[in-house]
């Protein structure tokens, strides 16, 4: 079983390749998307259906959007973050069957950017970060087998930036997000990426500009965390760097977690 995120930057534009990627990769469960910038009517849940796959979606008009692409549809799915008051469509929840067999509560979320620090936006990103995690110790009390994946904008630390030095304290390297990032870490996630040796500068996103991609001068801000009961089932994780390859691409390309069962779920 595998989980996969990608933050595909229009869903209109991009649903071919989603499509060919999905055809390319057969043990994908759950892929979670950020920034479709679809309406919900205008969801392409027919063509996911032809392929073989189920959808949920939350989406808004031009900007944000998630969905959930699975072979099985989920179960209590839930959007945004209960309890606060946002009406921007970031985040989606739904239950699915872990390699095991027991529930899995799978997020997809599609972080604020935040702009800057010091902005009315990073502001609105801290208190969405708070809400997040306040909503996310409740959920893994309710399904300890839990998996949150999607363009969290914010980098663990220099590794995941191709020059720290120059983009220190800047949007997606400040101390205030890595510490709000290490607030979710502080409830039992683990960062699914670092549990397998990876190649150095392993970065998710590229900006369009200044051949950045070329260059691979890069950022890792797409994240899949799993909780303690996962991680004994987690045998891979790696970022698919193929498809920032595509004809107009996504800035952004997918992250992938393999699951399987452990040795002694496996024994008769």
Not at 147 to 152: I, K, S, W
Not at 235 to 250: F, G, H, L
Request: glycine letters at 6%; aromatic letters at 8%.
């Amino acid at each position: 079983m595998q989980l996969a995120t990608w933050n595909v930057n229009s869903l209109s534009v991009r649903l071919p390749q989603v499509l060919d990627w999905l055809a390319a990769h057969p043990d994908v469960h759950v892929l979670a998307l950020q920034e479709t910038k679809l309406t919900d009517d205008k969801f392409p849940v027919d063509a996911f259906a032809e392929a073989g796959w189920q959808a949920a979606w939350f989406g808004q008009r031009t900007y944000n959007g998630v969905a959930l692409i699975s072979r099985q549809p989920g179960q209590d799915v839930v959007r945004n973050i209960p309890g606060m008051d946002c009406d921007m469509a970031r985040v989606l929840s739904a239950t699915y069957a872990a390699p095991d067999g027991e529930p899995m509560r799978v997020v997809g979320a599609y972080f604020p950017n935040g702009q800057a620090p010091g902005s009315d936006k990073f502001a609105y990103k801290m208190r969405w970060l708070d809400a997040l995690r306040t909503w996310l110790r409740e959920e893994l009390v309710k399904t300890p087998r839990l998996v949150l994946m999607g363009d969290f904008n914010i980098t663990f630390d220099d590794l995941d930036v191709w020059d720290p030095e120059g983009l220190r304290e800047t949007i997606h390297c400040t101390t205030e997000e890595r510490t709000h990032l290490q607030g979710l870490i502080d409830l039992g996630l683990v960062d699914s990426l670092r549990l397998f040796p990876q190649p150095p500068k392993a970065y998710s996103w590229w900006d369009y500009r200044n051949m950045a991609f070329r260059r691979n001068r890069g950022m890792r801000i797409d994240h899949i965390l799993i909780s303690q009961p996962l991680v004994a089932q987690a045998t891979a994780c790696a970022i698919d760097r193929q498809p920032r390859s595509n004809e107009r691409p996504s800035d952004h390309t997918p992250v992938v977690l393999t699951l399987g069962q452990t040795q002694a779920q496996t024994q008769p």
